[in-house]
T-cell receptor
């Protein structure tokens, strides 16, 4: 069964304190792995797509990496505005269209 | 560029009633997907419509249904509401390229928050 597990469930950081979020996945053929950010009262906002092991993508203070079993979202010198829930999702090769399997997310709180 | 618009944003229903939620995708996006988000289960895929046809369906009972119109706007309906249907219902649209085998990025709306009493 395809599955996505994110850890930790919640993470509290001080401003400037770098850390990483983990996304472990089990899927029968990976079409793509996605990272989304969700703010309270809003829908998820797309951050990255990763397709194959070894791939890395960066955007401002965020960097996503991918291995055959997990993905990491590295946050460098976070700011309070980075506080949000970060969601990881996978799409299997066998899945047509846009069906994604989401993890339950990591809620990040950054204090100044 | 307008994003994905969902209406209504909030609604309260009682058990046994039915509800219809509406979604207007980004202009040019032909794929519309629906997801249910709850604190316990997270985001779960309901179904996807592409060119007015249901292309994929998640593991939800038949009380959950949807449709897509020729202008790509979509509606989902939940009949005989149960307490457990209380959730945030998210619509997402995607620019799906014909013949593409790549992963498709979803753009989500802000959601419709349904409370069933």
């Amino acid at each position: 069964e395809d599955q996505v597990t994110q850890s930790p469930e919640a993470l509290r950081l001080q401003e400037g304190e770098s850390s990483s979020l983990n996304c472990s996945y089990t899927v029968s053929g990976l079409r793509g792995l996605f990272w989304y950010r969700q703010d309270p009262g809003k829908g998820p906002e797309f951050l990255f797509t990763l397709y194959s092991a070894g791939e890395e993508k960066e955007k401002e203070r965020l960097k996503a990496t991918l291995t055959k079993k997990e993905s990491f979202l590295h946050i460098t010198a976070p700011k309070p505005e980075d506080s949000a829930t970060y969601l990881c999702a996978v799409q299997a090769v066998r899945q047509a269209g846009t069906a994604l399997i989401f993890g339950k997310g990591t809620t990040l709180s950054v204090s100044s | 560029k307008a994003g994905v618009t969902q209406t209504p944003r909030y609604l309260i229903k009682t058990r046994g009633q039915q509800v219809t939620l509406s979604c207007s995708p980004i202009s040019g996006h032909r794929s519309v997907s629906w997801y249910q988000q709850t604190p316990g289960q997270g985001l779960q895929f309901l179904f996807e419509y592409f060119s007015e046809t249901q292309r994929n369906k998640g593991n939800f009972p038949g009380r959950f249904s949807g449709r897509q119109f020729s202008n790509s706007r979509s509606e989902m309906n939940v009949s005989t509401l149960e307490l457990g249907d209380s959730a945030l219902y998210l619509c997402a649209s995607s620019l799906v390229l014909e013949g593409s085998s790549g992963a498709n990025v979803l753009t989500f709306g802000a959601g419709s928050r349904l409370t069933v009493l």
